[in-house]
């Protein structure tokens, strides 16, 4: 079956680092999502790997291993306003995505 | 740009009965889909359209249906709702089926 894991809940003081880790089975890859989804709203599109490597997008970076089924995002300078879930979604070789449960994160001051 | 639009914004159903929740989008966008999402659950996909026409099975599509007449609507139906159809429904719209998928404000439904 199709699988993808990650941690259910992190918390992370403001101002500091934290990565978001995902493993990932499916049938086929055809890149790797990270959104941000804030309580109540929809999920954004915050990041997409395809190859190997860390893609950075201002105080978000996304890294991705393919051989080891293995993603993560890291949030830099963390602010108040990023406490969210972030969703881990990988497309299949039917082109669908299948999702994490997603990660909350929690920003203390 | 309004992008992607829903409606209703929540509603309580009464089992038994039928609802359509409606999904529009103005990015002219070929590729349109309706997920459901769960407390602790990953977004389950329920049915998708690659283009104007044509439409797919998700993951979970048993209770639901769809049509995609045109490129900028793509309506989902319950035909009788139950309980256990309780949840958060988003629509989401993407440029092709490889492509960034741009999701809908959500429709809470609760089915009592």
């Known amino acids: 079956g199709q699988n993808i894991d990650q941690p259910t809940e992190m918390t992370a003081t403001e101002g500091a680092i934290v990565q978001i880790n995902c493993t990932y089975q499916?049938?086929?890859?055809?890149?790797l999502f990270w959104y941000q989804q804030h309580a109540g709203e929809a999920p954004t599109f915050l990041s997409y790997?395809?190859l190997d490597g860390l893609e950075e997008k201002g105080r978000f970076s996304s890294f991705l291993s393919r051989s080891k089924g293995y993603s993560y995002l890291l949030l830099k300078e963390l602010q108040m306003k990023d406490s969210a879930s972030y969703l881990c979604?990988?497309?299949?070789?039917?082109?669908?995505?299948?999702w994490g449960a997603g990660t909350k994160l929690i920003i203390k001051p | 740009t309004a992008g992607i639009t829903q409606a209703p914004t929540s509603q309580i159903l009464a089992a038994g009965r039928s609802m359509t929740l409606r999904c529009t989008q103005d990015?002219?966008?070929?590729?349109m889909y309706w997920y459901r999402q769960d407390l602790g659950l990953g977004l389950r996909l329920i049915h998708y359209?690659?283009?104007?026409?044509?439409?797919g099975k998700g993951e979970v599509p048993d209770g639901y249906s769809v049509s995609r007449a045109n490129t900028d609507d793509f309506p989902l139906t319950l035909a009788s709702a139950v309980p256990s159809q309780t949840s958060v429904y988003f629509c989401?719209?993407?440029?092709?089926?490889?492509?960034?998928?741009?999701f809908g404000p959500g429709t809470r439904l609760l089915v009592l």
């Open positions: 990015m002219r966008h070929n590729a």
């Open positions: 989401a719209s993407s440029d092709s089926e490889e492509e960034t998928q741009y």
């Open positions: 790997n395809v």
């Open positions: 359209s690659n283009t104007a026409g044509t439409t």
């Open positions: 499916t049938s086929g890859f055809n890149g």
């Open positions: 979604a990988v497309m299949d070789s039917n082109y669908q995505l299948i």
